[in-house]
């Protein structure tokens, strides 16, 4: 039922549109995103089982994750890469190499060469999705960009619904290696696929010379500067929040309700409908009442969320019922957010859109230790008040320091 919904809505946006590009990309995007989210996601509840695969515990393994999401700090130097020279090497070189990193974890009987793989990973992540958004946001005006962003963050949803899901039976009936090798393929596919979509053009920037002036040069937003950067590390805020809980959950609902791999991956599916519920808002509702009032409002609904965990965590349903709620309005926020980048530094939006990611990523990265570490040490309070503190100081900046348009 809500990918029936999810479709009409996509068809209903895009109905009149004149260009069949937007189309073909849309299509193409949720296609290439949901191979790469499910990869991306894949951690979130099957971190134990994939820990004793690789003979470790989930704090190390979180460390591992946290190594993959640090990659991102290198989004911004392919931003301005596609800046120059296009969206679509770009876009097809971060899957490459996304296809290479989740092979080399499939494949790996040891944490070193699990860390190569994380890496590889890592680095085709930073290069594909903020890419993808710049290439996207390149095509739609700004008055249906949240509309366009909604519909391709529906990959993020339908990787839980449907790539999670399959990922646990897949582990239930082979091993944990066998989800990582079809990821792989997949993503091997798909970077020939988008190789195929129509170019973009891009404002070519030309480089300069200088050692710490260039270095410097390059973080130079213009005039919007103090309002770009706000709403990147806003991002960077209510992404550690929600990651934590995200990379936690699978070991908290494992440990304290005994859930097995087909277990946790049917949670993952109905984790996954309250991720669409909230991009399908987006898809519906942010162009109307304004990206900057709906990432507040996500983000509010998301500090309640996690202050409600643990008292919800007194059996399996309300347990679930409290991650949801966080993660609908996560989902909401963070999609929101993205809308709202684009739009802050139109003539640098590919680099504007990756520093933006590599915020995220690197609230993602310390997120991916902290999480098992604050469950193991504090149990679901310790997650519950540290995701309601981030919340709040995001929600802090973006309503002190982010303006629209």
């Not at 509010?300 to 643990?310: I, K, R, S």
């Not at 991916?368 to 309601?388: K, N």
Request: proline share 3%.
């Amino acid at each position: 039922m809500q990918v029936r919904i999810a479709i009409q809505v996509e068809q209903n946006l895009f109905e009149g549109d004149s260009t069949t590009s937007s189309r073909r990309l849309i299509s193409t995007g949720v296609l290439a995103r949901f191979i790469v989210d499910t990869g991306s996601q894949i951690f979130n509840p099957f971190l134990p089982i994939v820990a004793a695969g690789l003979r470790t515990n989930v704090v190390t393994l979180g460390w591992l994750v946290s190594l993959r999401s640090a990659m991102g700090l290198l989004a911004p130097v392919f931003g301005s890469l596609a800046d120059r020279r296009g969206y679509r090497p770009v876009m097809c070189f971060g899957l490459a190499f996304c296809s290479i990193g989740s092979l080399i974890v499939g494949i790996s009987g040891n944490l070193i060469l699990a860390a190569i793989g994380m890496l590889c990973w890592g680095i085709g992540i930073a290069a594909f999705v903020p890419t993808l958004h710049a290439y996207l946001s390149s095509q739609l005006p700004y008055a249906r960009r949240a509309r366009g962003i909604g519909i391709l963050e529906y990959s993020w949803a339908l990787a839980g619904i449907v790539g999670l899901f399959s990922t646990g039976l897949l582990i239930s009936v082979s091993s944990w290696r066998a989800p990582f090798l079809v990821i792989s393929f997949g993503l091997a596919v798909m970077a020939f696929v988008v190789q195929k979509l129509p170019a973009v053009e891009t404002r070519k920037i030309e480089s300069t010379v200088g050692g710490s002036k260039n270095f410097l040069g390059f973080f130079r937003l213009g005039s919007n500067s103090v309002s770009a950067y706000a709403t990147i590390v806003s991002g960077a805020c209510f992404g550690f929040a929600a990651m934590q809980v995200f990379i936690a959950h699978g070991e908290w609902l494992s440990r304290e309700y005994g859930i097995g791999a087909a277990g946790l991956g049917t949670i993952a599916m109905l984790l996954g409908c309250t991720d669409l519920c909230g991009s399908v808002s987006v898809s519906l509702f942010v162009d109307r009442i304004g990206k900057r009032r709906s990432v507040l409002l996500g983000c509010v609904g998301a500090f309640f969320g996690y202050l409600l965990m643990p008292i919800l965590n007194v059996n399996l349903y309300l347990a679930v019922l409290g991650i949801a709620i966080s993660r609908m309005c996560f989902e909401f926020a963070i999609v929101s957010n993205i809308a709202l980048l684009s739009e802050q530094v139109p003539d640098q939006r590919g680099k504007v859109m990756t520093l933006g990611s590599a915020g995220t990523l690197i609230g993602f990265t310390f997120a991916g230790p902290a999480g098992p570490w604050l469950y193991t040490d504090y149990g679901v309070q310790g997650l519950s008040l540290t995701s309601a503190m981030m919340t709040a100081l995001a929600i802090a900046i973006c309503w002190s320091c982010v303006r629209e348009g």
